[in-house]
């Protein structure tokens, strides 16, 4: 009896090799019969998801950007309130014209007293 059981479950074996054999030919001759599903489903796949990702990531950069914004505008907001009242003095620039830099720059600089200086061409620096 217990030969006969071996041999029954020796083609058994067989029979599901066999089956997923037919399986995965199917599987290939599914994709040679439509190349879209070979080809073009994966990558309009990984298109769309990867596009959906990117824009997940992006809005969590853009998320965190928005709270530091906030964070900026809240201390400047504060440090004006303070000004207003008094105790944080602001700067106060002085009051410059464009006529007074000019004449302290023709003070500094005198344009009739020159002198003439000879510049050196690149060769002549370079003794042979």
């Avoid at 217990?2 to 067989?14: F, H, L, M, S, V």
């Avoid at 969590?60 to 008094?86: C, F, M």
């Avoid at 004449?103 to 060769?123: C, G, H, M, S, W």
């Amino acid at each position: 009896m217990t030969t006969i059981d071996a041999t029954t479950e020796q083609p058994k074996k067989i029979m599901n090799c066999g089956g997923a054999k037919l399986q995965n030919s199917g599987f290939r001759r599914w994709g040679r019969k439509s190349p879209f599903v070979r080809y073009g489903l994966p990558m309009i796949s990984i298109t769309v998801l990867g596009s959906v990702g990117l824009g997940h990531l992006l809005q969590g950069s853009k998320d965190i950007a928005k709270v530091k914004d906030d964070q900026e505008w809240e201390i400047i907001e504060t440090r004006k309130a303070l000004s207003r009242t008094g105790p944080v003095d602001a700067y106060k620039p002085k009051k410059i014209s464009l006529e007074e830099e000019l004449k302290t720059l023709q003070a500094k600089v005198d344009i009739n007293n020159y002198e003439y200086k000879r510049i050196p061409k690149p060769n002549e620096g370079k003794s042979t």
